[in-house]
Nanobody
Framework: QVNLVESGGGLVQPGGSLRLSCAAS????????MGWYRKAPGKQREWVAI???????NYADSVKGRFTISRDNAKNTVYLQMNSLKPEDTAIYYC????????WGQGTQVTVSS
């Protein structure tokens, strides 16, 4: 079991940017494809972006062109750069492995509001 700790969230105005980090207590290379998810109030958790071990990435249509996922296997960290944020991006953001699902962390709150 690998612990995943998300950070970097906060309150930002529409159009702003944030960079989220997901620090793993073990090797993310061994966890295979990693992903960012989010859960908004009253909605189910949804996937946002995924990145394979070979750095191939894919994005939900709602964030395509605005968000960028990356990983640093040496630091056991996955990142999510979020630009042009919209109020509908407000949610708790989580990371996890798609290949070897771990226990969910506490997530990091992102609030987009003026």
């Amino acid at each position: 079991q690998v612990n995943l700790v998300e950070s970097g969230g906060g309150l930002v105005q529409p159009g702003g940017s944030l960079r989220l980090s997901c620090a793993a207590s073990g090797s993310i290379d061994s966890l295979g494809t990693m992903g960012w998810y989010r859960k908004a109030p009253g909605k189910q958790r949804e996937w946002v972006a995924i990145i394979s071990r070979s750095d191939n990435s894919n994005y939900a249509d709602s964030v395509k062109g605005r968000f960028t996922i990356s990983r640093d296997n040496a630091k056991n960290t996955v990142y999510l750069q979020m630009n042009s944020l919209k109020p509908e991006d407000t949610a708790i953001y989580y990371c996890n492995s798609l290949t070897w699902r771990q226990d969910w962390g506490q997530g990091t709150q992102v609030t987009v509001s003026s």
